[in-house]
């Protein structure tokens, strides 16, 4: 099935960069038509980059071996609230860190990527003037981290399958976005190789947590 959606992925946006490098061979110097034609050379070529890069990134996180030592979690919370304030603030989104402090084996750099990754989802989900809440919890033998928006949600059935690769909730956003439904196959690789587990609720029209799951041990 991976590979079914690699090809499919990969045969849109050459279609159309092969297709408009026709045109502009065959038809008389246009310049509005060279500027659309080269705009849309230009833009799929760049999701094609994307795809590869996110490709790579799940090698990358599959396969290195990437040392854990034990840090504080809410210092790294608060970075990443700083760095999507600007853009939380554009649309008048508040991000709140929230929750007593953890300490656990983490590689620093990975549980940032992460969380921002999982705070832009909660963005693109969220309407103008929500919140989205970055926060830690303690469950019998387990520490949770979670990232909680108050955003469009999801169905049951679209719960099961957001965390394989190539799959997209919204068709129409991620396309528009440049997005190729790579995202939560990557974060959940990244909590794997924290040796973490990621999982996610959701309601429709209520929200969606995302939450990882950790244990103070740190696996050899």
Not at 44 to 51: C, I, P, S
Not at 194 to 220: C, H, M, N, W
């Amino acid at each position: 099935r991976f590979v079914d959606h690699l090809a499919h992925e990969s045969r849109t946006p050459l279609t159309s960069i092969i297709g408009y490098a026709e045109l502009l061979q065959k038809v008389d110097y246009d310049p509005a038509l060279f500027q659309k034609g080269l705009n849309y050379i230009y833009s799929e070529g760049k999701r094609m980059l994307n795809l590869n890069n996110m490709l790579l990134d799940l090698t990358f996180y599959r396969e290195k071996n990437f040392e854990l030592c034990l840090q504080p979690v809410l210092p790294i919370c608060r970075e990443v609230q700083e760095l999507t304030a600007v853009r939380a603030a554009e649309r008048n989104i508040s991000i709140e860190v929230c929750g007593e402090e953890l300490v656990l084996p983490l590689e620093k750099d990975l549980l940032k990527s992460l969380l921002l990754n999982l705070v832009d989802n909660a963005m693109k989900a969220s309407p103008d003037g929500s919140s989205i809440i970055i926060g830690t919890q303690k469950q019998q033998q387990e520490k949770i981290l979670y990232v909680q928006d108050f955003g469009r949600g999801m169905e049951a059935k679209e719960l099961k399958k957001i965390k394989e690769p190539f799959y997209r909730v919204d068709k129409a956003r991620s396309r528009k976005d440049g997005g190729v439904g790579l995202g939560l196959a990557i974060c959940n690789q990244i909590a794997s190789t924290l040796q973490g587990r990621l999982t996610y609720e959701s309601q429709p029209q209520k929200g969606t947590i995302a939450k990882i799951y950790f244990t103070d041990e740190v696996k050899s």
